[in-house]
């Protein structure tokens, strides 16, 4: 077991490699230890350079409205009238406060992404 930190794209892709040969093995024996640690140091490298940026406020809420199976009237009542909820899904108008309060309670997305900007349509 010849586990070293990935500093580079070339280590990156060498523990990749290492990892796709062992990732099925056992747990509590050598290959299957090793596989743990190296998924760690590779999460790790991953989160340090490939960066993915969260969806635009009115995106994830379509993408948990996916996720729950959720259609636009039944945002009815969670943020406003069916003509509301049309217009802050079409981007005509922003989120307010109280909407991303309810939003935040009723879907779970977390307010820190509710908050974002975004761009109106026009």
């Known amino acids: 077991m010849k586990i070293k ?16 040969i062992i990732f099925d093995s056992p747990a509590n024996t050598k290959e299957g230890d090793e596989a743990e640690i190296l998924a760690l140091l590779i999460e790790n490298y991953e989160n340090e350079h490939y960066l993915i940026e ?10 948990r409205m996916e996720e729950m199976n959720l259609k636009q ?19 005509k108008k922003r989120l307010t406060v109280d909407m991303i309060r309810e939003l935040e309670r009723i879907l779970h997305i977390s307010a820190s992404v509710l908050v974002n900007n975004y761009q ?3």
């Open 54 to 63: 969260a969806p635009d406020p009115i995106e994830a809420i379509k993408i």
């Open 5 to 20: 930190p990935i500093k580079s794209e070339q280590d990156y892709e060498e523990a990749l490699e290492r990892l796709e």
């Open 73 to 91: 009237k039944d945002l009815v009542g969670i943020i406003g009238g069916k003509s509301r909820v049309s217009e802050i899904l079409n981007k």
């Open 120 to 122: 109106l349509s026009k």
